[in-house]
């Protein structure tokens, strides 16, 4: 019998944010509005949207600030306004009809200039949490998402950390950071949502080498 799914993207933020150890690792995130976009982009300069339901990178949209214009990428189309206003108007006409949530935009490590994150499968089998898969996922030229379906490359972790950081030690630190990170996480989830039993970890590891969550998955592809 399938174990418990959770699609909604914010109920396990919120969650997650309630340690303290695990809230220094994920992105500033709030729900979607005007206001809350208007002051993350001039926080921040870049913020993700991205819809509270659904995976493959569907509906994801990369919004950025800068020198007074404002822009959004939807795959690899973007748009450029000179005001928010009307930035926010032609957001809503191209973002599928679903609540969203904006994210604090990350800029990634990169390899050949094609951002690279990760993701961590692990399952819960015979009442044991066992890893299934650590692995790399770079971006197809042009585009800001990974997402395997939406033309995304399937890396090794290691191929990717040793391609993307470049530091001598960094892919055995970064490696085991991510699990010691999918650690502490597996019990915060499974005590807030009993049942559960498989887990897909979207990490990035940004140009300083920190490592983010950006998403858990209940029911990871």
């Given amino acids: ?4 799914q959770l699609a909604n993207k914010w109920l396990k933020t919120e969650a997650l944010l309630r340690n303290a150890d695990v809230a220094a690792h994920i992105p500033q995130t709030r729900m979607y509005s005007a206001e809350s976009l208007r002051s993350m982009l001039h926080q921040f300069g870049m913020v993700v949207i991205k819809p509270l339901r659904g995976g493959g990178g569907y509906g994801v949209i990369k919004v950025t600030y800068s020198r007074g214009v404002y822009a959004f990428t939807n795959m690899s189309a973007q748009k450029a306004f000179r005001s928010f206003d009307a930035m926010f108007q032609a957001l809503n006409r191209v973002k599928v009809g679903r609540k969203y949530m904006i994210q604090q935009g990350i800029h990634l490590a990169r390899i050949g200039g094609r951002p690279i994150d990760y993701r961590v499968k692990v399952v819960k089998q015979n009442g044991a949490w066992v890893y299934r898969a650590m692995v790399g ?3 197809r030229p042009g585009l800001f998402v990974t997402n395997l ?3 995304g490359s399937l890396l090794t972790a290691k191929q990717g950390l040793a391609l993307s950081l470049r530091r001598k030690g960094a892919v055995r630190q970064k490696r085991q950071e991510m699990r010691n990170l999918t650690n502490t996480c597996i019990g915060i989830l499974e005590s807030a949502f009993p049942g559960i039993d498989q887990l897909g970890f979207d990490y ?3 140009r300083s080498g920190k490592v983010w969550i950006f998403e858990v998955n209940t029911r990871p592809q």
């Fill in 137 to 139: 996922r770079l971006a």
């Fill in 204 to 206: 990035g590891i940004d």
């Fill in 149 to 151: 379906c939406k033309g």
């Fill in 1 to 4: 019998m399938a174990g418990r």
